[in-house]
């Protein structure tokens, strides 16, 4: 069997780049993809065999042929972890047409264009796992995530669709609703009066994910619900 290899979208300081580590630190090889070069090229000098491919995922051309990249750098994946977003507060009034089609294209399309190029192996495997995370807007819709939530909605169904279509296949499709506040420096700032455990901590979203996608095929997870000890909910 050849070395294992991970996709992860969207590596930025938190929950991306905890899931690269978790999933290096297990040996697989991680291709880490986001917009920020200099960022990724850090990250993948403090990862044995991880590699870095700057790409923006609304661009869906540039998407499949980084895609094409990892299979030839890395071999062909059997996890993909979707966590790019795109996202921000609006009510239905404030929010533009064209934000909204972003977020889609981004948190949405993204995803199917990742599973579209990547299933096929897996299939032809026997085994894989696809895991997006998304959060607890993918449930409701708010007044003031109008140009968000369904966005994050919609994903979840994609997600759902492919899991049913995907699991007796062998590749698991999992969903992880994050409901809390992910510790990273900008909300650190934003929530500066909060105490540690008012955070969702990136290394403990890893863990549950790095578990999500190694369960028995028996006890098999769709959707799993993560949030601080202290959340109200």
């Known amino acids: 069997m050849g070395e294992r290899v991970c996709v992860v979208t969207g590596v930025g300081p938190g929950t ?7 999933f290096a630190t297990d040996g697989y090889r991680v291709a880490l993809l986001a ?3 200099a960022r990724l090229e850090r990250l993948a000098a403090e990862l044995p065999g991880a590699a870095a491919f700057p790409v923006d995922v609304a661009d869906l051309d540039a998407l499949r042929a980084t895609l094409a990249r990892v ?11 979707h966590n790019a977003v795109a996202g921000g507060f609006g009510t239905f009034e404030s929010v533009t047409p064209a934000e909204l089609e972003h977020r889609f294209r981004v948190n949405v399309t993204s995803l199917l264009v990742l599973a579209q190029e990547l299933s096929p192996a897996m299939i032809d495997a026997g085994h894989g796992a696809i895991v997006v995370t998304g959060n607890t807007s993918a449930w409701r819709g708010k007044a003031a995530f109008a140009g968000f939530a369904p966005t994050k909605a919609a994903q979840r169904i994609l997600a759902e669709a492919l899991a049913r279509s995907l699991g007796p296949k062998g590749v698991h499709v999992a969903y992880v609703v994050i409901d809390g506040v992910i510790d990273v420096p900008w909300t650190r700032q934003a929530f500066a009066d909060r105490p540690d455990a008012f955070f969702v901590q990136p290394a403990g979203i890893a ?11 028996s006890a098999w997870t769709f959707e799993l619900d993560l949030r601080p000890f202290g959340e109200n909910w």
């Open 207 to 217: 863990d549950a994910v790095h578990h999500l996608v190694h369960q028995e095929r």
């Open 35 to 37: 917009r920020d070069a």
């Open 71 to 81: 299979r030839t750098r890395l071999g062909e994946p059997s996890v993909l972890l």
């Open 16 to 22: 991306g780049a905890a899931l690269a580590r978790r």
